[in-house]
T-cell receptor, first 115, second 113 residues
Framework: SAVISQKPSRDICQRGTSLTIQCQVDSQVTMMFWYRQQPGQSLTLIAT?????????ESGFVIDKFPISRPNLTFSTLTVSNMSPEDSSIYLC????????????FGPGTRLTVT | AQSVTQLGSHVSVSEGALVLLRCNYSSSVPPYLFWYVQYPNQGLQLLLKYTSAATLVKGINGFEAEFKKSETSFHLTKPSAHMSDAAEYFCAVSGDAGNMLTFGGGTRLMVKP
């Protein structure tokens, strides 16, 4: 399975500011995913990021709020823009496995607190 | 649309007792099913997966799960709980939505000494 790292691991930010989260994979992957995990909740998919194309956002998430970059096959960023306390969550990136069964492997997550 | 229901947001067992975490799914196509574990302040780790080969799937840390199509279930079990099993467990399904995973609400497993 791929080894995935995320930076920062945690941050405390003021409302109205933006934070960019980085996701690095140790191998080339086609698809990367970004999830949000609100406190005490399950995971919700924000968007899917393919290299060389615009990210595909799920219902309830928009590019202006969560812009995503995917400059190459091993790296992606997610920006949380104009933050409010409601954005306090864990943000996780994941990649698809190399098999055909659609399993995903997750990074350690970024714990964001907005004050 | 695919969906997952995990019965019981919190499950408490004694150390050494059987662990049973329930997962029911909905999918209009043959599904792929997964169990993930999340330890405090960590990401998700894949425990095991069902991919239409064997209906009884063995995973890491002594966990296993059985796919029952007639019951649309994929319950996770472990014969003897250990204190280190205390964590959040998520069931997930893919199939209807291609490679997209849909997660259940999660079950927090607590292990009492």
């Amino acid at each position: 399975s791929a080894v995935i790292s995320q930076k920062p691991s945690r941050d405390i930010c003021q409302r109205g500011t933006s934070l960019t989260i980085q996701c690095q994979v140790d191998s080339q992957v086609t698809m990367m995913f970004w999830y949000r995990q609100q406190p005490g909740q399950s995971l919700t998919l924000i968007a899917t990021a393919n290299q060389g194309s615009e990210a595909t956002y799920e219902s309830g998430f928009v590019i202006d709020k969560f812009p995503i970059s995917r400059p190459n096959l091993t790296f992606s960023t997610l920006t949380v823009s104009n933050m409010s306390p409601e954005d306090s969550s864990i943000y996780l990136c994941s990649v698809e496995g190399t098999g055909s069964s659609y399993e995903q492997y997750f990074g350690p997550g970024t714990r964001l607190t907005v004050t | 649309a695919q969906s997952v229901t995990q019965l019981g947001s919190h499950v408490s067992v004694s150390e050494g007792a059987l662990v049973l975490l329930r997962c029911n799914y909905s999918s209009s196509v043959p599904p792929y099913l997964f169990w993930y574990v999340q330890y405090p302040n960590q990401g998700l780790q894949l425990l095991l997966k069902y991919t239409s080969a064997a209906t009884l799937v063995k995973g890491i840390n002594g966990f296993e799960a059985e796919f029952k199509k007639s019951e649309t279930s994929f319950h996770l079990t472990k014969p003897s709980a250990h204190m280190s099993d205390a964590a959040e467990y998520f069931c997930a399904v893919s199939g209807d939505a291609g490679n997209m995973l849909t997660f259940g609400g999660g079950t927090r497993l607590m292990v009492k000494p």
